[in-house]
């Protein structure tokens, strides 16, 4: 559920009408409803409130510091994967007591920001990666609470380029060598090993992966408490799938259903970090139509958003829905691609799509863009990235301004003997 909705033919973000909104900011631009967000962010939580657990937002689906500030007042944790979602988490008053550091390549500089802050653990992904954070917390005079991301080897039903679980991944360390790291880590005085991380993938539209992962996780989680290593924290990752057009996805509460009865006997505090199922639904991007033109036999609608906006057409071949902004009553349907602007053939945000007819001028919504939509974006073919706009009932406000031409060249500087 979600708070776009069309009423009379015309899309609304909660109260506001979604064409007056870009008539005043111009094209395109990301729009966010706030009661969306804070809502999706609460079913989450609240789905596993019958166990001692951590609802960690993951920075890299949404960054902009005006969510994670919202996030945080709701008592979101962050799960961040670089020192600079490290630093917006912090700047948006994220509590560091909530914050989670997971990623495969983090340098000596990230991990010495991040232990000087204070953070809740990090998820380690290689035993190099483990010697290193016994390092620097020993010249720290600290001892770092330490995960090992371990990989379950689990299938995964979701495009390749985000199932992290099968043995053939980078990322994590094999589920068969975690005892042994562990009994290393134990041993290293800069160290505290108190969980278990795992991330099996995203957009994950079946709970079966996670039951059978967390089935595995927990026996290791048995093993070690037997050997006396305090495991006080097992984090399950994230990557709940949610609908895009007509995908049947579970709710968090079958999520949780599944999981908890194989959590509670652990007696751990459970770390779930969640993404695409607390912002993807919460956001849009709007854009207008430029020209509508025929080639061969197709049908092309240009709109003024393209790759550098919202990339996951392209990226992953994602499908997302695509409206008008105001419904034309009677409009033919015909079959479409819609098209950005950008010198590639790979820039497209649909392929043969059944859409009303639509004329030059008009505004388009892209649906279920909160997510990996902004955050992934670029300024390729120097295209100023794009404003984001919040809004919470009747108000909108500015959380990120339009790019000016001048940003664009910001930093770069011409050799004086050039
Ligand atoms: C990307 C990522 C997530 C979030 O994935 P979603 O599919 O957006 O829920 C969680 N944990 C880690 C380690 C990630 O890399």
Redesign the pocket.
């Known amino acids: 559920m979600n708070d776009f909705d069309y009423r009379n033919g015309r899309l609304y973000c909660e109260e506001l009408r979604v064409s007056a909104i870009a008539e005043k900011v111009e094209t395109p631009f990301y729009l966010y409803s706030m009661n969306t967000l804070t809502r999706h962010f609460r079913a989450i939580d609240d789905a596993f409130s019958s166990i001692p657990h951590l609802t960690?937002f993951?920075v890299?689906?949404n960054s902009n510091v005006a969510i994670l500030k919202i996030l945080a007042g709701e008592g979101a944790g962050a799960?961040v994967?670089s020192g600079g979602e490290l630093f917006r988490a912090l700047k948006a008053g994220v509590d560091p007591k909530k914050i989670v550091f997971?990623?495969l390549g983090k340098t000596a500089d990230e991990i010495e920001y991040a232990l000087k802050e204070g953070i809740l653990m990090f998820?380690v992904e290689s035993s190099q990666e483990l010697m290193l954070i016994n390092e620097i917390a020993q010249k720290l005079k600290v001892k770092a609470p330490v995960a090992l991301?371990v990989n379950p080897d689990v299938e995964v039903d979701t495009h390749p380029g985000?199932a992290?679980g099968s043995k053939e991944s980078k990322?994590g360390i094999p589920l068969s060598q975690a005892m042994a790291e562990y009994e290393v880590a134990a041993k290293l005085p800069g160290l505290e090993p108190i969980g278990v991380?795992q991330?099996i993938?995203?957009?994950?539209l079946d709970t079966k992966p996670f039951e059978a992962s967390i089935k595995k996780i927990s026996n290791l989680v048995k093993s070690l408490k037997l050997l006396g290593i305090d495991v006080r924290y097992v984090d399950i990752?994230?990557?709940?799938?949610i609908q895009y057009t007509d995908e049947d996805a579970p709710s968090p509460k079958d999520f949780a259903n599944t999981l908890i009865p194989i959590l509670t006997p652990l007696e751990c505090s459970v770390i779930i970090?969640?993404?695409?199922?607390?912002?993807?639904n919460a956001g849009i991007l709007v854009t207008r139509v430029l020209y509508t033109k025929e080639g061969g036999d197709k049908k092309f609608i240009v709109v003024d958003a393209a790759m550098n906006d919202l990339l996951r057409p392209s990226f992953y071949q994602a499908v997302h829905k695509i409206s008008p902004a105001e419904l034309n009553d009677g409009a033919p349907t015909e079959k479409v691609d819609v098209v950005g602007p950008i010198c590639e053939s790979s820039d497209f945000f649909a392929i043969d799509r059944e859409l009303p007819a639509v004329k030059p001028g008009e505004f388009l919504a892209i649906f279920t863009a909160g997510?990996?939509g902004f955050s992934m974006s670029s300024n390729y073919n120097s295209r100023p990235r794009v404003p984001e706009i919040l809004v919470s009932g009747r108000k909108a406000f500015v959380i990120r301004r339009r790019e000016t031409y001048e940003d664009l060249a910001r930093g770069e500087g011409i050799p004086k003997d050039l």
């Open positions: 960690c993951s890299k689906a799960d994967v997971t990623g998820n991301r985000v992290t990322f991380h991330h993938g995203s957009q994950i990752g994230g990557g709940f799938g970090e969640a993404g695409r199922m607390i912002a993807g997510a990996y």
